[in-house]
């Protein structure tokens, strides 16, 4: 579809305009690395664009070129709500539902008159965009970016600070190019990405080399607190609040844990259950090996999705509950986590 709406688009960028660029709320690699990479590329062209995050990020994507400019709605509502309602476009990045914003953005957003474009590679999107780039084959976010400005016939403009912003969307989604949505295609643009300037070392580095003393605890007591279920070739880990405080917990410090329960031998299904007080719930992580899809597991019983192998939801319950909720469901599915 987007193909086919390029010459649209081309022609609706053409001169400058008032553009909002959104991530979905707690944004990760991908929704910053797109966000920013579409950001610098729109600059070019003498947009009036600015990135608004719906709420704080981890501080190892805080180096990303143009993290100084962007807009955090969670603690300036005022900027913000003035800002979409003056916007021409609003760029919806790595999200296709309202509601992954947040539920104060999204009321915002939903009544906006801008023209809406979606970019996202996340499974059933609701249909809110005048302009929708949606694949859930592709590995990631900035792989459309990067397939979205050579489609507009740019992709010699993408430079070291777009390459770079991009490398760490794909990196961090990929698994560092392990999972399996990683294609030929894929290395073919972060080839490309290098040569036009991305040290992916240095990237590589400061998203996955700059662990703290306390972030290392937490991950020893999450392992400390794995649990198996071999018969049903699943494994889970917990941190309760307390857990969270002890070890100086920072945004982004459990990133990744889930996938340590997922490489246990003959374990398909992981998940990390995660307590927040502030927001009154229990996050929930998944992760699962071929062919089951955590993304219809997570929408099925925990208010989430996201992809087959990866997906989020949450429980409003404590995390007793929680935990026997997703204990009593597993059987359900005994036939799927052993083919």
Not at 75 to 80: A, D
Not at 215 to 243: D, F, W
Not at 302 to 321: L, V, Y
């Amino acid at each position: 579809m987007i193909k086919a709406q390029i010459p649209q688009i081309k022609a609706l960028l053409s001169v400058p305009k008032n553009i909002v660029i959104v991530p979905h709320r707690n944004p990760d690699g991908d929704a910053m690395g797109s966000t920013l990479a579409l950001y610098h590329y729109l600059k070019l062209y003498n947009h009036n664009a600015i990135v608004m995050a719906p709420n704080d990020y981890p501080d190892f994507l805080k180096w990303l070129p143009g993290d100084d400019t962007v807009l955090k709605f969670e603690t300036q509502q005022e900027e913000g709500t003035a800002l979409i309602n003056n916007a021409d476009i609003i760029f919806t990045l790595d999200f296709n539902a309202f509601h992954r914003a947040g539920h104060q953005m999204a009321e915002v957003l939903e009544p906006s008159t801008a023209i809406k474009i979606m970019i996202d590679h996340h499974q059933q999107p609701d249909d809110y965009a005048k302009y929708m780039y949606s694949d859930i084959s592709m590995s990631s976010t900035c792989e459309m970016v990067y397939n979205f400005i050579e489609m507009l016939g740019d992709d010699d403009k993408i430079d070291a600070t777009i390459a770079s912003c991009l490398y760490v969307g794909i990196m961090t989604d990929t698994g560092s190019f392990r999972f399996p949505a990683t294609t030929s295609r894929t290395h073919q643009v972060i080839g490309n990405l290098i040569e036009k300037g991305a040290d992916n070392s240095q990237i590589h580095n400061n998203i996955y080399d700059t662990n703290s003393y306390s972030r290392l605890q937490l991950l020893g007591r999450a392992m400390q607190n794995l649990k198996v279920i071999p018969e049903l070739r699943t494994a889970y880990m917990t941190l309760s609040q307390a857990e969270l405080d002890e070890f100086n917990f920072k945004k982004g410090d459990t990133e990744g844990f889930v996938n340590y329960a997922l490489s246990l031998k003959d374990i398909i299904f992981a998940a990390i259950f995660i307590e927040s007080q502030q927001d009154q719930i229990i996050k929930v992580s998944l992760r699962s090996k071929g062919e089951f899809s955590v993304n219809e597991f997570s929408r099925a019983h925990f208010n989430g999705g996201g992809h087959t192998n990866a997906a989020g939801g949450r429980s409003d319950d404590d995390m007793p509950t929680t935990l026997n909720k997703f204990i009593s469901i597993l059987p359900q599915y005994k036939q799927d986590l052993n083919q």
